[in-house]
Nanobody, 125 residues
Framework: VQLQASGGGLVQAGGSLRLSCAAS????????MGWFRQAPGKEREFVAA????????YYADSVKGRFTFSRDNAKNTVYLQMNNLKPEDTAVYYC???????????????????WGQGTQVTVSS
């Protein structure tokens, strides 16, 4: 599976961005998916996850209420809508996919088998 993340960019605090992660090589419609991020000088951290059906999502406390994870299985693509962005959201954002079916969202890196290349999000104050 190849994961291509896109949609990052430079935005002012309070603004919005929508990240996309398109999968190729294999369908991810039965896979749990996740978003992680890594800020400069920090370890990669969990942002959000979604179950295989899209019926269940889970968010890091730092983004809860501002970010929304969704999926379009027909397009083999997942999305992360990011609203009310803050400077502390600045990071490289990575999408990830599980090889197996996920009844519930997974928040740990070791749960994921495939990773995208990342897209830069920069939020200015």
């Amino acid at each position: 599976v190849q994961l291509q993340a896109s949609g990052g960019g430079l935005v002012q605090a309070g603004g919005s961005l929508r990240l996309s992660c398109a999968a190729s090589g294999r369908t991810v419609s039965n896979s749990g998916m996740g978003w992680f991020r890594q800020a400069p000088g920090k370890e990669r951290e969990f942002v959000a996850a979604i179950s295989s059906t899209g019926g269940s999502t889970y968010y890091a406390d730092s983004v809860k209420g501002r970010f929304t994870f969704s999926r379009d299985n027909a397009k083999n693509t997942v999305y992360l809508q990011m609203n009310n962005l803050k400077p502390e959201d600045t990071a490289v954002y990575y999408c990830a996919a599980r090889r197996s079916y996920s009844y519930s969202p997974r928040q740990y890196e070791y749960d994921y088998d495939y990773w995208g290349q990342g897209t830069q999000v920069t939020v200015s104050s």
